[in-house]
């Protein structure tokens, strides 16, 4: 399976600048998600390494091989870099059985009639849509229409797999199906997947590495837990998580005292880092909150949202708004007092740049 590799690619659309000298390194086997907002440039980024849009100037390379380069003009068709795209609408051909659907490409491609019987009849059985082999797509499920889509994207053994967004028109209950079927296909075929979403979740449960990106630049690149735990910078911790980061502005003491929210904390950093007297925001996981008879700071429930596995607690202290997730069917009355400790971990942002200082330990004292 191959590595690709993107130099400094940009593209720009007259004065706007959709991708923005992006750097980056897919390895093989992996499953890599493009993730942003819309209008951030995952999409560009996609279709720019598929050969579908032209880059202004940099360089991408599969498999060793360069497939474009600005200063060499080279920029090879889709059909010669060995990549399946995956769409959002699926594209079946609705006049076509499934089994048509799958070998079509096949044909195309001069393929024997043994081959693609082989070939067709391994893909049904990974994808496990057998008895729908003589079916056309207007009798199928969306769910399995995707199957289809996915088994006609693979039959020519491309090198890597892009997909745009291709679960973004299926119900919620059928996302979830597809993540655990597109996760066990990503293992079983040993390929390198590349997925566009702007779904936190999504890129969070199929993931090995995340590309965020924000206003056509690389905002943090790295494993999924490993960006939710130690995000970048400001953008990157407020993108991820559902409740998001609670963000509350503070100082900073050299000794790693921390005054904040009219709280008084003592911050103890995970790594060994030099702590500078300074403006800071902290941003603290909902999470991380842990409400308790025994915790050390007095709050006031200004609301609960209990679903059944957790409940969303917002908490005001001192006239700041914290949100905490508490694990379980619990709940407690709007107004009551609660007592809350912090758990686990927090991170510091620099107030001007958003960068992240340290994460580390808070105890409230």
């Known amino acids: 399976m191959p590595e690709i590799i993107l130099k400094n690619v940009t593209k720009r659309f007259g004065k706007f600048v959709a991708v923005d000298h992006l750097n980056l390194q897919i390895l093989s086997n992996s499953f890599i998600t493009l993730l942003g907002p819309s209008g951030c440039g995952k999409t560009t980024t996609l279709r720019m390494i598929t050969g579908l849009e032209t880059p202004t100037e940099g360089q991408i390379s599969i498999d060793g091989k360069i497939v474009f ?123 390198t997947f590349v997925y566009v979403t702007h779904d936190q979740l999504e890129a969070m449960t199929l993931s090995t590495m995340v590309c965020i990106m924000d206003g056509g630049k690389l905002q943090q690149y790295a494993p999924p837990l490993r960006m939710y735990n130690s995000p970048a910078n400001l953008f990157v911790a407020d993108f ?80 700041v708004s914290l949100n905490a997730v508490e694990f379980g069917d619990m709940d407690y009355p709007v107004d009551s007092k609660v007592r809350f400790s912090f758990r686990k971990a927090a991170v510091l942002f620099n107030k001007e740049t958003g960068k992240s200082i340290a994460r580390g330990k808070l105890t409230l004292l």
């Open 69 to 191: 380069d600005s200063e060499l003009g080279v920029n090879l068709p889709p059909n010669k870099r060995d990549v399946g795209f995956l769409l959002q609408n699926f594209a079946l051909w609705p006049h076509m059985t499934v089994y048509q659907n799958i070998a079509f490409g096949l044909e195309n491609l001069k393929w024997s009639r043994k081959q693609i019987q082989e070939r067709v009849k391994e893909l049904l059985s990974m994808l496990r849509i057998e008895e729908y082999e003589k079916r056309y797509p207007s009798e199928l499920s969306g769910g399995q229409q995707q199957r289809v889509a996915i088994a006609r994207t693979l039959a020519p053994r491309p090198k890597v797999l892009f997909m745009d967004e291709p679960l973004s028109n299926l119900d919620t209950k059928l996302r979830m199906e597809m993540r655990t079927e597109l996760k066990r296909l990503h293992r079983e075929t040993d390929s």
């Open 240 to 319: 991820l998580g559902n409740p998001s980061m609670n963000f509350v502005q503070g100082h900073l003491e050299k000794s790693g005292l921390l005054d904040f929210g009219g709280m008084k904390c003592q911050f103890e950093p995970f790594d060994a880092v030099t702590l500078t007297d300074q403006d800071v925001v902290v941003g603290i996981r909902p999470e991380h909150i842990f409400i308790g008879d025994n915790g050390a700071q007095e709050a006031t429930v200004y609301s609960t949202l209990p679903s059944g596995m957790e409940t969303t607690v917002k908490l005001n202290v001192n006239g």
